[in-house]
């Protein structure tokens, strides 16, 4: 079984970003980090090859400039076995639907009988890209999966709700979508990072692929976040836990 | 930071002269997982253990699975990384505690290296795996009641017995020595000190644990009891006789300690920066008073001089060009630096300083064994002393 699990480099998201003053895109420094909410996909896609054995492999497939190979490399030191990177010039600032084309076209390229990404980056927030590379690739698509299994030639997930979960099942080929913290991922432990350098990453553009990218996305300003007003405190004279019972209330949370 | 850019950067308070940029992506990888499981597994609780005085046994086998135990050796289960990057690894778990970090270099660097070093290849396939994987623990008596720096005076001595190795005698501060699978002894012998590799269930042989200790008190510290404890020929370490047997290993250990040192001392720095921020006295965050902003440049240099330090030495024992006087300044240095930074830190930190809720106490007193173990400050100083003067002051 052939596993792809789609990632992204992103910026260090404990230094502060920066926006490239012409386009509003976000600057993309030489060295990024693996996009926090995809090693969650990772571990999945991990377990599963566990589980498998032998003929089961995990690539990684990832949109972005390959820079240093910081974050690419910690999912290889996890565990993975190759990855494949797109990284053309005219990707800058590329919106969901460009980079949903752009990834079709190289798993098409390669072959998967699993698809597996997180449910939106980190740092763009779309949450659309999944499905759209789904359709394009004419494949079911099982989305906020918080378990997965597999059973012969179908994928059975725990779609998480709000509720609770639903158990939906799909024949394979598929794509999947794993939500934040539904599995620990793990450490990569010092073999894995040291192997990681050794594990192969192919380079491909977008002339490689056939794909021509047309974005059509253009940032027209950007906001600042306004600052968080402060709290209200409330005093505790024995039954605060009342008036905190009464604003969660209020908020609808309970 | 984008490709391209120029011109001056801006410090970051917690990297002020950017060392990071001195790492390569796989150091940084490695130690970013250290400082995210000392993070997730030590931070959260070492506050307990240290007023408890416990060490969690549980988290050898993690330490293991991430390959931090033996790190730097080859083979045998061993993850085969450089000094630089066991040094990286040694300042994010002291960043930590000195208690983790301990566990470690005792185990790696006290316990694995010698019989990897200096052991036969049955030995190594005996031990070495289980204790890469954390399944084993092992501890190092080198020391005695009445015998520190000066190990050549040490009474344990082991004899001949036919075949067989008979030893007697106690060996006193031994980290991991109460929950120790394994002890590595040093011990007497007519051909000069020879290494023993003891199983913990041997019979004559007894640990005690060490209580009312106020440092390093998320660590085991024990004395070893052997009462004619036989041993089979090949218990005996084969390739090294002699005190170099002993010092080789102290010299790896103190390696891992003077990259530790400088993560206790970044811990405090960065806990009386972020608490002088914070607190508000005569109207305004602590930090803006002249003599605080003095303390937390002191402090910030003091720890990046340091990293500096820790690492270019590491680059020479990458090289395999460190003696063991370079490890010297290293460990005197930065053990001096940390512990005046706690102390430094502490005074920041007012009343809450005395308190387990802040980590920088609890790094002061754990700093002081730093201090003594692994060679004193003063035995340190004297192995310099010598090399720029030529002149022996031990005795
Ligand atoms: C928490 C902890 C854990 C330890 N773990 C281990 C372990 O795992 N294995 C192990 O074998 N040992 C261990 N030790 C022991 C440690 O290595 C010794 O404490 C150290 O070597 C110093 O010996 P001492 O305490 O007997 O002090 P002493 O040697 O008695 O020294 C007392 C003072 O005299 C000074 N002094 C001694 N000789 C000279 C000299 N010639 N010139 C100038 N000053 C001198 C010393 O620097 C020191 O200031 C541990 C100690 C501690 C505190």
Redesign the pocket.
Known sequence: MKIAVCVKQIPDPATPYELDPGTNFVARPDDQVLDDTDRYGVEVGLQLVEEIGEDATLTLVSMSPSGTLQGIRQALAMGADRAIIIDDGSLRGADALTTAKVLAAALKEDGFDLVIAGTESTDGYAGVMPQQLAELLDVPSLSFARKVERDGDKIRVERQTQAGYNVVEASLPALLTVTSGVVEPRYPNFKGIMQAKKKPVETKTCADLGVEPVSQQIIQSVEPIPARQAGEIVEDEGEGYLKIVAKLEEAKVI | MSKGAVGPRKPNPRDFLNVDALLDGEDRLLRDTVREWVGDRVLPDVADWFEEGYFPRELAREMGDLGLLGMHLDGYGCAGTSAVQYGLACTELEAGDSGAR?FVS?QGS?SMFPIWAFGSEEQKQQWLPGMAAGDLIG?????EAD????PSSMKTHAKRDGSDWVLNGS???????GVSDVAIVWAQTEEGVRGFIVPRDTEGFDTNDIHK?V??RA?V?SELVLNDVRLPADAMLPNVVGLKGPLACLNEARFGILFGAVGAARACYEAALDYSKERQQFGKPIASFQLTQRKLVDMMVAVNRGMLVALHIGRMKDEGKAGVEDISFGKMDNVRMALDVAREARSVLGANGITLEYPVIRHMNNLE?VF????????HT?IMGQAITGIA???
């Open positions: 301990s005792v006290l501890c190092f008596g080198l020391t015998s520190g720096s000066d060996k006193m501060w031994i980290t991991n020595g200790k440092s390093l660590s510290t064994s003594t173990y692994e060679g004193t400050n003063e035995v004297l002051a031990f005795s």
